[in-house]
């Protein structure tokens, strides 16, 4: 009961849904991405963040997505969305960030992070407030309770 009402009271907090894959998706600026492989041979994708207007990425609507790759048609990727959440942000305390990921176990993913940028400031951090990677079947997974030693890609820049 006890992690029922903290999930429910966290995605109050950070304003996280389910996001309704009938929007236009494609027409969103794309914020941020990176390219994947799942461990399912031939199976790449993209995790990446949309938003309505450029000026929201970082204060405002943004919708998280896993984009399958199909096939390419005269050097265009054609694709399709497997997954989405809607997360709303606001920079600096909310910002959405996407890195490389250890676990305790010593497997690194892409992952998406809900981060307050102000506490971040070496080579590697290992706090946030949400963490979202993928699975095999590239459905968002959310790991926010998993110990993750993080890349802060900005450091140094």
């Known amino acids: 009961m006890k992690k029922i009402l903290l999930t429910f009271f ?11 894959q009938e929007t236009d998706l494609e027409s969103f600026h794309n914020c941020w991405g990176t390219v994947f492989e799942t461990e399912q041979e031939g199976i790449r994708g993209a995790l990446s963040y949309l938003s309505p207007t450029q000026s ?8 998280l997505a896993i984009e399958k790759f199909l096939k390419r048609v005269q050097n265009q990727a054609v ?19 996407i890195t490389r990921c250890t676990d305790k176990d010593d ?51």
């Open 107 to 157: 497997h690194t993913k892409q992952y998406i992070l809900l981060i307050n940028t102000q506490v971040i400031s070496g080579e590697t951090f290992t706090e946030f407030k949400k963490a979202w990677t993928y699975s095999d079947s590239l459905k968002f997974i959310d790991t926010s309770n998993k110990e993750l030693t993080c890349v802060n890609d900005d450091y140094g820049a």
């Open 56 to 63: 929201e990425c970082r204060n405002g609507l943004a919708v």
């Open 10 to 20: 966290t995605m109050l907090l950070f304003q996280i849904t389910a996001f309704s």
């Open 79 to 97: 694709h399709e969305f497997t997954d989405t959440l809607s997360v709303q942000t606001k920079c600096p305390e909310n910002c959405l960030y």
